[in-house]
């Protein structure tokens, strides 16, 4: 059975930092890109951050290039996303993608 489980959400100030962690198993993990969505109250599901599978290869959102940092360590199944420089409009819930399926998500608020 496939499980991706995401931690590391919370309520941050802007300016902040916070790392998720999605934590995978029930598939050959260092064999399959991995990827990062977001959604946001009212709005679509967006891609933020994708990372191949050997980890040497990754690509961002414009609206997160140079705060967010994607990374994966295959010997852990787990990929992390290392989010700097938070701003009010990174508030979403965000979620794991990987080998088709998605984590529950994790929500990150970013306010004062």
């Known amino acids: 059975q496939v499980q991706l489980v995401e931690s590391g959400g919370g309520l941050v100030q802007p300016g902040g930092s916070l790392r998720l962690s999605c934590a995978a198993s029930?598939?050959?993990?260092?064999?399959?890109?991995m990827t990062w969505y977001r959604q946001a109250p009212g709005k679509e599901r967006e891609l933020v951050a994708h990372?191949?599978?050997?980890?040497?290869?990754?690509i961002y959102a414009n609206s997160v290039k140079g705060r967010f940092n994607i990374s994966r360590d295959n010997a852990k199944n787990t990929v992390y996303l290392q989010m700097n420089s938070l701003k009010p409009e990174d508030t979403a819930v965000y979620y794991c993608?990987?080998?088709?399926?998605w984590g529950q998500g994790t929500q990150v608020t970013v306010s004062s």
């Open positions: 993608n990987g080998y088709a399926n």
């Open positions: 029930g598939f050959p993990f260092s064999s399959y890109s």
């Open positions: 990372i191949n599978s050997f980890g040497t290869s990754t």
